[in-house]
């Protein structure tokens, strides 16, 4: 039976709502975007600047509309620019000028 | 709205030159960070799977320390998470799932597929698992029980599975192409093709 | 202490998320369940600090079976669920 206390987003064994929802079993080509992203996110692991537990705090704080409409990759990129300005690795400023110079 | 709602390959972009300008990740090291996530694949389970059903000794390897027997067959192992081994047998069938999140055995099976990382595969997994199984087309025997793991912490787990009658003598590179991705995850058997 | 392989346990009735900010690797559904040791499989930093980048203790790590069918009331009798837990959640069912 599913509980009946609240339940964090991503928590996901056992949902009643998905016990209908078939799997997409077929392959899915992973992109660019996807394998640059999990280098960083190793990259920043290995030198200790974030956690891959960090990194599921990140995610798991992403609201349920956008957790599930994001794609797995993009919930990590999210989630990674959370945790450094979180941390002061990046400022918001610095992210302000980059998202303009694109 | 909040800027972490911008479109995540802008963030990308903004992230590459911030990370590179601070020097915490150069596009040399990324590139080189690809290179190296991508030598994981099914091939390299599947290569262990194909050892385990034609040396005892390395089953046993195997089953008791995954990473080991891994870099056994030069898997590289350094910095991954320890790897368990679940064996099929012809009571007990294996099944993995991540219901937080995806982990998955990396260094053996490469990038987790998109089903693993699924809504309808992490929530159905653990509760109506057989029903799940139909979906690969896979029907369990009655018979059989059925363990599904959940794949929580710091573990990652792999299926050693059942070698598929009519391969008894085949040499173990042979073996080794019938085992697939979804046979090491518990979705599917290997065939003898 | 050490729990033995086929000490009975209780998950901790415990729901940390409608308190506030946490991380949590115990799932849901498992919350205030019982189960039964199979294994110690080492001890590990609680990822509950990490997360927040935390000085973390190590915790003992158990593998711990449940009884499939009974979690859900549906299922094939004999199923089960295997899954990793920390001590710190576990309590020694009497």
New interface residues.
Partial sequence: MEKDVPRATHDLGGVSKFMCEPVDTEPHAFTDFDREVDAIRQLLGMKKIMSVDELRRGVESIPEADYHRLTYYQRWIRSITDTLLRKGVITEAELRAALEAG | MSILETDGDRLLTALRGLLAAKGIATPQEIAERIRITEGGSPAQGARMVAKAWVDPAYRALMLSDGARAAEQLGIPMRGAPPLGVLEDTPELHNLVVCTLCSCYPRAVLGYPPFWFKSAAYRARAVRDPRGLLTEWGTVLPDHVKLRVVDSTADYRWMVLPLQPAGTEGWPEEKLAGIVREGDMIGVTFPAAG | MMLRPGTRVHVKND?P??RG?C??????????ETGTVLRH??D?PN?ED????RPAPKLP?YHVRFD?PA??????A?????????GSWLEAAL
């Fill in positions: 729901w998320e409608t900010p991380h949590i690797r115990t799932p849901h559904y498992l919350r205030g499989l080492g590990f990822p990490l997360a927040f980048a790590l499939q979690l859900w009331h549906e299922g094939r004999g199923d089960e669920v295997v899954v990793e837990i920390y």
